[in-house]
C-alpha cells in the first residue's frame, strides 16, 4: 500500500472536498507558520464532519474508516 503525505497550506483549499460528498470544506486555523496550517480544521458543512489538521497533516479519513 501507498500512502501519500500532503502537508496542509492553503492553495490546496482551491482543490480540497470532502472525501465523502465531494462537498466544499472550509479552514480552520488554531496554528501556522510562514509555510504551512500546523493545527487546524476543516468542516464540510453539508456532511457536518470536521477532519483535523494535526502537526502539518490534514486527515480527511471518512468517519466510517476512522474506527
Do not use: A, H, Q
Request: proline share 7%; glycine share 4%; charged share 25%.
Amino acid at each position: 500500500m501507498i500512502y501519500f503525505l500532503i502537508l496542509m497550506k492553503k492553495d490546496l483549499m482551491n482543490i480540497l472536498v470532502c472525501p465523502v460528498c465531494k462537498g466544499k470544506l472550509t479552514l480552520t486555523i488554531e496554528k501556522e507558520n510562514e509555510k504551512e496550517i500546523v493545527s487546524g480544521s476543516l468542516f464540510c458543512g453539508k456532511c457536518k464532519v470536521r477532519y483535523p489538521i494535526v502537526d502539518t497533516i490534514p486527515n480527511l479519513l471518512p468517519p466510517e474508516k476512522k474506527s
